[in-house]
């Protein structure tokens, strides 16, 4: 399905929702909403499932104006954070339930393929209240793609789900998206869910459409801070800097060798990713004298939150490290992965471009 979004803004009372954004959707592949709660993702959603009638603004399927026609009138599957299944029928009724609605045949073998694809094939004959979270969530989404509808939609589908099922069912539904048989329109918080979907993202914020484009291409390129901080978990760290002829100055007077073209700016936001920040130096970081404010564990990931002359760091190192709360710390920021950003907060250097080069420190 091509799904084209003309100029559309939603208002509810004196509140604005969406503001004016236009959007064409790229036709079978996965399109995910990425953005904090509140930046308008749900809202975005809703219009184009049909739900909602945009405040201004015109909504194309296929070339045809659909604005203000209803979800019913339309073909498309949607999957929400709670779980909706059918609780008197068992699993393989739910699935099976738009199978019958459209008539299909093999209905018995097309559920039990669907089934299998989600490792649910061996509850099909229980009631959904037998199952787990995470078993509950599969039907629900082994329904939607029973449909087959040309345009699919998943509300942060994963989000009430715990850590160990979310990036199970994050690697199936990748694979499932994968097959181009459908236009998918995906929304979540979370940056690393939008790169392993990959596919297209339009970045939100608080009711704005930032930029949209190929995931990765957003993901090492974002037009503005505001898109790098959207999409950077833990958030990007940002580093205040002044603009000399050939340096920048970070606190503490730590200057950094800078070849800047196409600019005039003089104040600098730095920014890098938590995982540009190591234990072990490589040639031309900078080394920075921390105090470890908190040390955290996740899955096998370890980050940790620094107090420096620079500002308040958090970094991201891969593995467990025991690292005792207090204690003085040498850490080393990558610069050939740095960002820069001017005043208004645009994009002026993303790392591996031509517009200038960053490297060392004096």
Known sequence: MNLELKDIAQRVGTETHLFPQSLTLEPGAVNVLLGATKAGKTSLMRIMAGLDKPSEGAIFSDGINVTGVSVRKRNVAMVYQQ???????????????????????????????????????????RLPAELSGGQQQRVALARALAKEAPLMMFDEPLVNLDYKLREELREELAAVFSTGESTVVYATTEPAEALMLGGYTAVLDKGELLQYGRTPDIFH????????????????????????????????????????????AKTITLGLRANAIRL????????????????????????????SELG???????????????????????????????????????PGTAEGSLNGAH
């Open 280 to 307: 072990r130096p490589r040639a031309n970081d900078i080394e920075v004298s921390t105090t470890v404010e908190l040390a955290e564990i996740s899955g096998s990931d370890t980050f940790l939150h620094l107090k």
């Open 83 to 125: 779980f909706i299944n059918y609780p008197t029928m068992t699993v393989q009724e739910n699935i099976a339930a738009p199978l019958r609605l459209r008539g299909s045949r093999d209905i018995e073998s097309r559920v039990v393929a669907l089934a299998t694809r989600l490792h649910i094939e061996s509850f099909l004959q």
């Open 221 to 264: 390129r974002p037009h503005s801070l505001r898109v790098a901080q959207a999409f950077s978990d833990p958030p990007m760290n940002l580093l205040a800097a002044l603009r000399e002829t050939d340096a920048l100055v970070l606190a503490g007077n730590v200057r950094v060798p800078l070849e800047l073209a196409g600019t005039n």
């Open 312 to 350: 308040e760091l958090v970094a991201q190192l891969t593995g467990v490290h025991n690292v005792r709360i207090g204690v003085a710390l040498l850490v080393y920021l990558d610069l050939s992965q740095a960002y820069l950003f001017d005043e208004a907060g645009a994009l002026l250097l993303a």
